[in-house]
């Protein structure tokens, strides 16, 4: 099951065990037992603090097994394969249930130990997808912490009955005692924040405490991360708040045009950034979205950031870094069959549509690209742009284009997304031609029109443009003295990872200036 190269490094890392690690296998004739058999064989070789048995006669999933230790029956469980992107998961569940801490800010830990309530967690992934670990990872080890919490991480490709069943159609999709919890992308402190039910008090209450920052940088991807090293580099006092650091590159998968960097991932880049940051002394604030900007009273004076979780946060200056999202298509049924046949991340969802039929709205670059990827997957894709052209790389059209099952239509507007209540079914377009509407039968429709930025709690603090994007000068001025933006989110032009990191490090450069060069008010 595990090549070589896998034994030697898993070996290596087992080695990092401080107790013993049991796995209990419940398994059945077939094949997909026969190789996590082979693999938990193989595990179990590779360190004498690990040992492995079997008990078939445990009502539960098959096959499926728990990482535990040795006279404990909790801690997380895999059902199916936890290879491909799952591989690290296993990894690191082994590792923790075997006493190697984990880099989680020990708050959040004691507070995963804490929870007083029975919490059983199912999480449905595929092998493909690179969003699933982050949520399999946090809810493992609040099961390896917490006794009272278990966790069973279900490779939907394998229990294909039940993503049928449960009409899952998203990964990684989270179910707690039996009901829809979430689905995509979680940290465990979004994870723990959602159970926790007094944790946004207690979050407000903590951040109120904190002294005003000379700058507060409000988002936490490319641009505010390098706001934030340069900021912390001057040695001024820096906060750096967000929902979730890395923001949008945690939704890529590969990146090769990041200078220095050939070849990297999203998810291990918002890593190295957050790896740099912690480097320096900034004060990072996960887990929390701005919703108001309260402007100073007077120049010089303290600028103020609402949080939803009801904090206020007061700087001398503020750099919005807040990035953009995907851009929805605005049509009846889209926010209904949200995560039931509406997706937008072809790499996570594409093989839980294996066999059928899909579309695509969008053809520039992302939209052609996740065609030609979903071509290799499903039965049929279609395509529709609103265009007259696509706008995708001449290769990509010309590849798309050579496929037996891809369909492309021009001057087509989606007016609807069509469901039967818990799935989609269709949708209707509009040919722009002749204004004639068609409908097309399919299971999925995958979104891939753009972005829009993440500034609606800007409203009237400072000026934006018909698309909401901040107007910002060349030092990344805002029209609010103090204010200044990078980024996605602002009027500059080409929406890159580097151009995003640069515009954050000029931002930072401009507010310092800014500071040495203002009388405080306050």
């Known amino acids: 099951m595990l090549d070589t190269n896998l034994k030697t490094q898993l070996k290596a890392y087992l080695e990092k065990l401080t107790k013993p690690v049991e796995l209990i296998a419940t398994l059945d004739d077939g094949a997909k037992s026969a190789e996590i058999r082979t693999l938990l064989t193989d595990i179990a070789s ?141 940290s465990l402190a979004e994870i723990v924040g959602k159970v926790d039910t007094n944790a946004d008090k207690r979050a407000a209450e903590e951040l109120n405490k904190r002294d005003a920052y000379e700058v507060l940088i409000v988002g936490s991807g490319p641009a505010g991360a390098a706001a934030a090293i340069y900021s912390a580099r001057k040695g001024i006092r820096t906060g750096l708040m967000g929902e979730r650091f890395g923001g949008q590159v945690l939704d890529t998968v590969d990146i090769e045009n990041y200078i220095s960097v050939p070849k990297t991932e999203g998810a291990k880049l918002a890593g190295s950034l957050r790896a740099h940051v912690d480097d320096y002394d900034v004060d990072v604030i996960d887990t929390q979205s701005a919703i108001k900007l309260i402007p100073a009273a007077k120049e010089g004076g303290l600028h103020a950031i609402e949080t939803a979780s009801g904090a206020v946060l007061k700087s001398r200056s503020i750099i919005i870094a807040t990035g953009a ?27 839980l549509f294996k066999g059928k039929r899909t579309a695509v709205i969008g053809g520039g670059n992302s939209g052609v690209e996740a065609a030609i990827d979903l071509a290799g997957i499903v039965e049929h894709v279609t395509l529709l742009e609103f265009a007259s052209e696509m706008r995708a790389d001449k290769v990509l059209q010309d590849k798309l284009r050579s496929l037996k099952n891809v369909d492309v239509i021009l001057n087509a507007q989606t007016t609807e997304v069509k469901g039967d209540g818990s799935k989609v079914t269709g949708l209707t377009y509009i040919d722009r031609n002749n204004q004639s509407s068609h409908e097309i039968a399919l299971s999925g429709i995958f979104v891939q029109i753009g972005l829009l930025p993440n500034t609606g709690f800007l409203e009237g603090a400072v000026e934006r443009n018909r698309m909401g994007e901040i107007i910002i000068d060349a030092k990344c001025e805002t029209s609010l003295k103090g204010v200044f933006a990078a980024g996605d989110c602002t009027t500059v032009p080409y929406k890159q990872i580097i151009i995003a990191s640069g515009e954050g490090a000029k931002a930072s450069l401009s507010a310092f200036d800014y500071l040495i060069r203002t009388k405080p008010a306050e």
Not at 105 to 115: K, M, N, P, T, W
Not at 159 to 170: A, H, K, L, S, Y
């Open 46 to 186: 590779l360190s004498e603090k690990v040992s492995f048995r079997e008990e078939n006669d445990r009502p539960a999933r098959k096959p499926s097994f728990l990482i535990t230790n040795p006279g404990s029956q909790s801690g997380p469980r895999f059902a199916g394969s936890p290879m491909g992107h799952e591989f690290t998961s296993l990894v690191l569940a082994l590792l923790q249930t075997g006493g190697h801490p984990s880099k989680e800010a020990q708050s959040l830990l004691d507070q995963v130990a804490a929870l007083d309530s029975d919490l059983h967690f199912e999480t449905y992934y595929s092998l493909s997808c690179h969003n699933c670990p982050d949520v399999v990872q946090a809810l493992n080890l609040m099961a390896i912490l917490n006794p009272r919490i278990s966790h069973t991480a279900i490779d939907g490709g394998m229990f294909q009955n039940e993503i049928t069943d449960r009409n899952v159609m998203g990964v990684p999709a989270v179910y707690l005692n039996g009901k829809e919890f979430g689905q995509g992308r979680m």
């Open 325 to 351: 999202r995907w851009r929805n298509m605005g049509v009846p049924g889209e926010e209904q069959y949200r995560t039931k046949g509406v997706t937008y991340c072809p790499h996570c969802d594409g093989p």
